[in-house]
Nanobody, 111 residues
């Protein structure tokens, strides 16, 4: 059974930093692109960042230069480092790989 278990997140003031991690168990996704998405209240889920198996990254314009996605294939884990956070980054963040999603983690940025 594949599971994506997220950790991290929480509450931070604007300008602060938070990190998220997503550990995958049940099978290896070493050759798959892994990603992060988020959903703010009343809005649709949106793309945040992806990272390919070889380490190529792609970011939403809204987070480019502030967020960094990385992965550790040996640990089957993907990370999201979030710096210079803004109130508009407040959302539930989800990791994803293939058809699988994490449970979601709340990130709240106060102004």
């Amino acid at each position: 059974q594949v599971q994506l278990v997220q950790s991290g997140g929480g509450l931070v003031q604007a300008g602060g930093s938070l990190s998220l991690s997503c550990a995958v168990s049940g099978r290896t996704f070493r050759t798959y692109t892994m990603g992060w998405f988020r959903q703010a209240p009343g809005k649709e889920r949106e793309f945040v960042a992806t990272i390919s198996w070889s380490g190529n990254t792609n970011y939403a314009d809204s987070v480019k230069g502030r967020f960094t996605i990385s992965r550790d294939n040996a640990k089957n884990t993907v990370y999201l480092q979030m710096n210079s956070l803004k109130p508009e980054d407040t959302a539930v963040y989800y990791c994803a790989v293939s058809d699988y999603w994490g449970q979601g983690t709340q990130v709240t940025v106060s102004s």
